[in-house]
C-alpha cells in the first residue's frame, strides 16, 4: 500500500489558489509529523512547508511565508496545503513527506514520500 498519495495539483493562474491533499496510510498517523516539498525542474528539492504532530508547530520555506498554510487532519489522515497567491516560481512537482515523531525542514529526516502531484503556475 503506498503510504502517502497527493491530490489536488492542476494548472493556475498567476495570483490563483490551490489546495493540496496528502491522504496517508501510514498508522498511527497522529505520530507522523509531515511535510511538503517541491521541485522544479532543473533545480534541486525545496522545502515548503511541515507541521508537527498536533498541527500546533508550523514551518515555512522563506518562498512561500505568508501564501501557503499547512494543516492537518489525524481524523481523515490527511495534511493539507493551501496555496494562495501563487507565482509561475512556484511552478513544481510537490511532494508530501512523512517523518515519525516531528516536522521539519530536512528532507533527509523523512521517511515516507509520496508520488508527487504537478502545480503548473501560468503567467
Known amino acids: 500500500q503506498v503510504p502517502l498519495v497527493e491530490s489536488g495539483g492542476g494548472l493556475v493562474q498567476a495570483g490563483g489558489s490551490l489546495r493540496l491533499s496528502c491522504a496517508a496510510s501510514?498508522?498511527?498517523?497522529?505520530?507522523?509529523?509531515m511535510g511538503w516539498f517541491r521541485q522544479a525542474p532543473g533545480k534541486e528539492r525545496e522545502f515548503v512547508a511541515a507541521?508537527?504532530?498536533?498541527?500546533?508547530?508550523?514551518y515555512y520555506g522563506d518562498s512561500v511565508k505568508g501564501r501557503f498554510t499547512i494543516s492537518r487532519d489525524n481524523a481523515k489522515n490527511t495534511v493539507y496545503l493551501q496555496m494562495s497567491s501563487l507565482k509561475p516560481e512556484d511552478t513544481a512537482v510537490y511532494y508530501c513527506?512523512?517523518?515519525?515523531?516531528?516536522?521539519?525542514?530536512?528532507?533527509?529526516?523523512?521517511?515516507?514520500w509520496g508520488q508527487g502531484t504537478q502545480v503548473t503556475v501560468s503567467s
Open positions: 501510514l498508522r498511527p498517523f497522529s505520530t507522523y509529523g
Open positions: 513527506a512523512a517523518r515519525p515523531y516531528s516536522g521539519g525542514s530536512d528532507s533527509s529526516q523523512y521517511r515516507y
Open positions: 507541521i508537527n504532530l498536533s498541527g500546533a508547530n508550523l
